[in-house]
């Protein structure tokens, strides 16, 4: 309780009541003692601490207590006192355990030493230490920091040939990277191999999506549309109005308006169009000369009349999965889209 709260002064004044009381100290009532001062960044009472543990007969220091120390100075950024903290650890002839190695890798990431952190990893396994997720993300992030495609391929092997699956959070990374190396054959392979692999939705949506959003930006729309409909077919939808405004961007540059509204229809049972999606049609339109394509009948609600045509689609949503299968068109010429001095959007490329 006394490490949760940080206070030393009563961790102190109880370890005191306990003496007085004729209570033996153990090893556990001093490392709790340590963490109490670590957890408070007071390094020089916890290291007061172990020298009595050192020079004591009936509670030495153990694993936990040389834990607690590399722990600490992993979360201060000391990669000196982590190093000397491990050697001293294995000179007292505790050799290094999942904790040890979850510290020291967590405290080099955050340094940005990531020979470091791969170096402790190999140790780690080759010791025969399985790794839990928390490492593998730190690991992993590592890996993505240096932007190793190679060793990127060869981690993600390592973790769907050891079981695991790859979480959300790890999905995020690999996709951040492949976007913005503009790597968009790499993610398709990438969700081969997840598909594959079974791994849950959480950890497909944000590959579809990333995938979906570098093909808007390379205006790439008959793969926009295979990779929407394959999404959807997998259960997975739109999950923030940017997205979707990507592809509406693209398809404004593209001058694609009838297969804009086809897209708007498709994805209409699934995701609800936000103002600032309705603010883009709008806009867009109006440049395009087209206004009547949208009415806004209640601008206020976001609500919407389509072109007859788009309302007899809209009863029959499969032909829009129907006609985005197999299409994989050459590169097209990359766009940009931003917002004038004025504030209304600007299609150009």
Same mark, same amino acid.
Request: a neutral charge; glycine letters at 4%; charged letters at 25%.
């Given at each position: 309780m006394c490490g949760k709260i940080k206070n030393v002064p009563l961790a102190m004044q109880v370890f005191t009541s306990m003496e007085a009381n004729g209570i033996e100290p153990t090893s556990g009532i001093f490392n709790a003692l340590i963490l109490t001062c670590l957890s408070s960044a007071n390094v020089i009472t916890a290291?007061?601490?172990?020298?009595? *543990?050192e020079n004591s007969d009936g509670y030495k220091p153990n694993s936990e207590t040389y834990n607690a120390f590399i722990s600490a100075f992993a979360n201060l950024g000391n990669d000196k006192a982590m190093q000397a903290w491990y050697s001293a650890r294995n000179t007292a002839g505790f050799s290094a355990d999942? @904790?040890?190695?979850?510290?020291?890798?967590?405290?080099?990431?955050?340094? $940005?030493?990531?020979?470091?952190?791969?170096?402790?990893?190999?140790? *780690?396994?080759?010791?025969?230490? +399985?790794?839990?997720?928390?490492?593998? !993300?730190?690991?992993?992030?590592?890996?993505? !920091? @240096?932007?190793?495609?190679?060793?990127? $391929?060869?981690?993600?092997?390592f973790i769907l040939d050891g079981g695991w699956k790859i979480n959300g959070i790890m999905a995020e990374k690999l996709v951040g990277l492949y976007y913005d190396l503009g790597k968009v054959e790499e993610m398709e392979e990438m969700l081969t191999t997840l598909m594959k692999s079974s791994q849950g939705l959480k950890t497909l949506s944000p590959v579809h999506l990333g995938i979906i959003r570098m093909y808007a930006m390379l205006d790439r729309l008959d793969d926009v549309e295979y990779s929407v409909g394959r999404m959807l077919r997998q259960g997975?939808?739109? $999950?923030?109005?940017?997205?979707?405004? $990507?592809?509406?961007?693209?398809?404004?540059? @593209?001058?694609?308006?009838?297969?804009?509204?086809?897209?708007? !229809?498709?994805?209409?049972?699934s995701f609800k169009l936000t103002r600032s999606n309705y603010d883009l049609l709008v806009a867009g339109y109006r440049r395009a000369g087209l206004s009547v394509k949208l009415d806004v009948a209640d601008h206020g609600?976001?609500? +919407?009349?389509? +072109?007859?045509?788009?309302?007899?689609?809209?009863? @029959?949503?499969?032909?829009?999965?129907?006609?985005?299968?197999?299409?994989?068109?050459?590169?097209?010429?990359?766009?940009?889209?931003? +917002?004038?001095t004025s504030g209304e959007w600007d299609l150009r490329k």
């Open positions: 290291l007061s601490l172990y020298e009595v *543990m999942l @904790q040890t190695y979850k510290s020291l890798i967590s405290g080099f990431a955050k340094l $940005k030493k990531y020979d470091a952190v791969e170096s402790f990893y190999e140790e *780690m396994v080759l010791s025969g230490i +399985t790794p839990n997720v928390p490492i593998l !993300e730190m690991v992993l992030g590592g890996i993505c !920091e @240096q932007r190793n495609l190679i060793k990127i $391929k060869d981690f993600l092997k997975i939808s739109f $999950k923030c109005p940017e997205d979707v405004d $990507k592809v509406i961007c693209s398809y404004f540059r @593209q001058a694609a308006y009838d297969r804009l509204e086809l897209f708007l !229809e498709c994805i209409r049972s609600g976001c609500s +919407t009349k389509f +072109t007859a045509a788009g309302c007899a689609l809209l009863k @029959q949503p499969v032909l829009f999965n129907d006609c985005i299968k197999g299409c994989k068109p050459d590169l097209a010429s990359s766009s940009s889209f931003s +917002t004038t």
